[in-house]
Each structure stands twice: as structure tokens, then as C-alpha cells.
């Protein structure tokens, strides 16, 4: 498929601070739109000017949330190149979204053709600095207008970009979390494991209960019995108890996330025992309470490891590693940022060079 290109006539003025970008509020000069209904198929790929798009008020997307979206990066290496770090995966991902919430897929290298194009036309606005990121935002929506609780006929796809700031531009210091035992954010069977608007919407009233008692996220149990630990806000969660690294197993009703697929290989690497298993909030604080609970950090693509300091479980708090950054956090937190910045060799194929 033919990718158009319409480039604008009014570039925007791009930020001057690399160390004041924050998150998810600046966008590029393009976005790139695909269109989709049934008779065609996908069709009519083009990047133009980043801009409001129109919707009719009865579109689908805007009444029963079908909707999915993915997050990823690109990076400015230490060579002037552009990297992507596994961005097949995130399209793959994308994909098992669409299927869940009866969306079309769309074709990964298609995808990954239009996401190149489209960083290419504004690499002048990828920040350079150590942490500092291009964040892309890659996002489907139902956009038929007809109010029926049904698969509508017409998606939009979309990507929009945008520089972002190191997510650690304090330090890496570790959060609090609270053990969430009234709310649950999925069950088997429900939708969590695919990036759909609706899960994060019901997201926020727990978060926002959270921080005001002093937290900075919910750590999520499993909604049926609401004993074993799940993940973290929008983070893959890793514990380390007794020489052994545990993260939820991908039941269904966690999210797949390509951080903690790439922190699993890399501790079965190092020859660290690495378990996807089942870990029950009992065994979590009884042995932070005997001292075998060593670190806990959360994974994710925005801070890559968010090491946890404390936890709070009915009104009880667990120091964790003495409320610091945990050893083996810190070796993966510096081993996938060397990776990703194309500071040391890939091993694993994860990196590539775009331009
Ligand atoms: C996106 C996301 C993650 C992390 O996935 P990455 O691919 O590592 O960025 C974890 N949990 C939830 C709920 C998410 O939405």
C-alpha cells in the first residue's frame, strides 16, 4: 500500500528544553492515518500535518469504547542513529487487542512501513538527551456512526508522536504502592489483557483514592479471589524472594507487556531463577516481614524498571530493600537503557536502526 505524504507548510516550533518535556504533551509536525471498512479493507495510508480529527458524535468508539492502542519508543543512539526497540512486538500486540474487541488487524509490516515513514519525516524532533524518548502512540477506533452495541463497520487507525522526558529526570527513586483490596482492574476472561480505553478508565477512581492516602499506584490483585498479585498501574510487576524472580503468569487478565518479556530473557540469561507463577499477597509480605523479600519493581515501557520501596496491604506497610533501588533493578534498568540506546551490543535482535 501507497503511503501519501502531505507535509505541512507551518512547521511547529519544537521545545527548547530537553529537561522539561514531560509526558504525553507534546506532539509532532504528522500523524499517520489508515482508513478501514469492510468493502476495502485498509486503505488510504497518509501522514499529514498533526491536527484535530473529525467525528461524527454517534461514532462508535465514542459510546461502547471499541478502541485499543499500543506504547512504544524511538531512541536517539549515541551514533546519531534512530532505533526502535521491538516494535514488531507491539504491533503483534496491537493485533491480539483488535481480536478481542472485534477490530480488524492490520498487517504488521504495514505497520512498521508507515511508523518508519512517519518518525523519518520528523526526526528533528527527537530529543537526544540520556533518557529522553520519541513516544509513539500508535491508536484504532470504531468510527461508524451508528449507536448499536455491535462491531461497527469503519475503523480509523492512527499514530501520533510526540518527544517525551526521561521518566527519571529526579532520580531513579522508588515509589510506594498500594495493595488494592477493594477494587480489581480484570478478571479471566474480561479484557485486561488487551490495551483497551475501557480497563484504564476504571483505573482511575482506585488510583485517584491511592494518592490521596499517599500512593503512587495500585498494585492489582487477581479479581476473583484477590490473593495473588498481579501487576502495577500500567506496569508488569517482578518480585524477588529467596533468590528467585517471580512475575504473574499470563493468565488473561494481565497485560503481555514487551518490558517484561525482555526482563524474563534477560534474567534466565544471567542464570538467575526466573518463575512465571502464581505469587500469593500472603507470601509477598510474609517474606518481606522475615526479610526474603529483596526487591520489587514494576516493568514497563514509559520507566522500563520502577523499583518499589514500600508496600502497604490492609493498612500495614512493607519496607522494601530498605526503601532503595534493589541491585538487580539497577543492572536491568542499566542493561535494557544500554540496549535501547544502542550503547552496547544486542544480543537479541530487539534493536533497530531506522535511519
Ligand atoms: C502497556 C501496559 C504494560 C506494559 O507493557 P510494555 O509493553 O512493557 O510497555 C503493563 N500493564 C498494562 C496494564 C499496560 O497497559
Known sequence: MEIKINATAQPKEKPADE????????????????????????????IEPYAPIELDPAAACLHYGQMIFEGLKA?????????????????????????R??????????????????????REWIPKARGTSLYIRPTMIAIEPFLGVQAANKYLFYIII????????EGLSPVKIYVEDKYVRAVPGGTGEAKTGGNY????LPAKEAKEKGFAQVLWLDGCEKMYVEEVGTMNMFFVIDGEVITAPLTGSVLSGITRDSVIRIVRDWGLKMEERLLSIGEV??????????????????????????????????????GKMGELSQK????????????????????????
Open 162 to 169: 510526540g518527544p517525551v522526558g526521561s521518566y527519571y529526570s
Open 75 to 99: 531512541y536517539h543512539g549515541n551514533d546519531e542513529g534512530i532505533y526502535l526497540f521491538r516494535a514488531v512486538e507491539n504491533f503483534k500486540r496491537l493485533n491480539n487487542s483488535a481480536r
Open 101 to 122: 474487541v472485534c477490530m480488524p488487524e492490520l498487517d504488521a509490516n504495514l505497520g512498521m512501513e508507515a511508523l518508519k515513514k512517519l518518525i523519518l519525516l520528523d
Open 201 to 204: 478508565a476504571a483505573s482511575l
Open 285 to 322: 509480605v510474609a517474606a518481606a516481614s522475615n526479610g526474603n523479600l529483596k526487591e520489587a519493581f514494576g516493568t514497563g515501557t514509559a520507566a522500563v524498571i520502577s523499583p518499589v520501596g514500600q508496600i502497604t496491604y490492609k493498612d500495614k506497610d512493607y519496607v522494601i530493600a530498605s
Open 19 to 46: 529537561s522539561k518535556l514531560g509526558f504525553g504533551r507534546i506532539f509532532c509536525d504528522h500523524m499517520l492515518l489508515i482508513d478501514y471498512d469492510r468493502a476495502k479493507g485498509w486503505h488510504n495510508a497518509r
Open 332 to 355: 536491568l534498568y542499566d542493561e535494557i537503557v544500554a540496549i535501547q540506546y544502542a550503547e552496547k551490543p544486542d544480543p537479541y535482535g530487539w534493536v533497530e536502526k531506522i535511519g
